[in-house]
């Protein structure tokens, strides 16, 4: 290798890394930017308001959560913020990483990537959306009517915190089902033929999962069970068609 063609490949690595670190800044700043939107209004606070309400409403009058630390108060309520400023820029920070990695992908490439970009983020925040709109106030409302009468129910705002964030991602990601059938199709590890051939197989490990990662209720279980399996078979049936249209044009 000559010197000229070894210093060309050394700017453009560097050229990329520069590229790289401008568009992790601008991320960062879109993320940063939307937290101090947040903080200026409506605040931390009617911001963890907001995320505990569905546990709240399923309290007995007049009952409210609890803080065990000293600065849990302080802490929690910024850490929700936090990840709210993160989901509410997540277009953004997708953008920077798709304006990365475009200049180097053919044009049925881009084809392929934007549109699993895209509806991976939609699927995430949908699946957050239905556990946080329809799942949690069933839930929480189940397990207060199922606690005994002896029993003073006054959750932890840190434990109530773990479990929505674990509850959310559990749904975000379940939600993420046809984007991964879609995906094993069109790179040929399996094919749709193959997938409807383990459906059953499929089925029995959504209830697994469900079991693994929910409360043990039924109404958490099956409110992730079920969708997980509906989303397979959509995925299924969205397959074919990414496919026919995210294949390179052939060669003449």
């Known amino acids: 290798m000559s010197d000229n063609n070894f210093m060309g490949m ?13 568009r ?3 991320a960062c700043a879109g993320i940063a930017i939307v937290c101090a939107g947040l903080f200026a209004w409506p605040g931390p606070s009617a911001v963890y308001d907001f995320l505990a309400q569905p546990m709240v409403a399923a309290l007995p009058a ?12 302080f802490l929690v309520p910024m850490k929700v913020t936090l990840l709210l400023a993160f989901l509410l820029a997540l277009p953004w ?3 920077q990483a798709w304006a990365f990695i475009a200049p180097g992908l053919y044009a049925h490439e881009k084809r392929l990537v934007a549109p699993l970009v895209i509806s991976s983020s939609v699927l995430f925040a949908a699946g957050v959306a239905f556990c946080y709109f329809f799942v949690f106030g069933r839930v929480f409302k189940f397990i207060a009517e199922f606690a005994p009468s002896s029993i003073t129910v006054a959750p932890d705002i840190e434990n109530y915190l773990d479990f929505v964030m674990s509850m959310c991602l559990a ?3 379940t939600f993420e089902v046809p984007i991964v059938v879609i995906v094993l199709v069109r790179t040929g590890i399996l094919t749709v033929e193959k997938l409807k051939a383990i459906r059953s197989y499929v089925i029995v490990g959504a209830f697994i999962i469900a079991a693994v990662v929910t409360p043990p209720d039924v109404v958490s279980q099956l ?3 079920v969708p997980m399996w509906m989303l397979f078979e959509l995925g299924l049936f ?3 068609i990414f496919v026919k249209a995210t294949q390179a044009p052939p060669e003449e």
């Open 62 to 73: 007049g009952a409210k959560m609890i803080a065990t630390g000293v600065i849990s108060p």
């Open 93 to 95: 920070v997708l953008y």
């Open 10 to 22: 050394q700017d453009t690595f560097i050229s990329h890394l520069v590229e790289l670190r401008d």
């Open 171 to 173: 749904f975000g990601l």
């Open 24 to 26: 992790l800044v601008k």
């Open 223 to 225: 409110a992730l069970a």
């Open 238 to 240: 969205v397959a074919p």
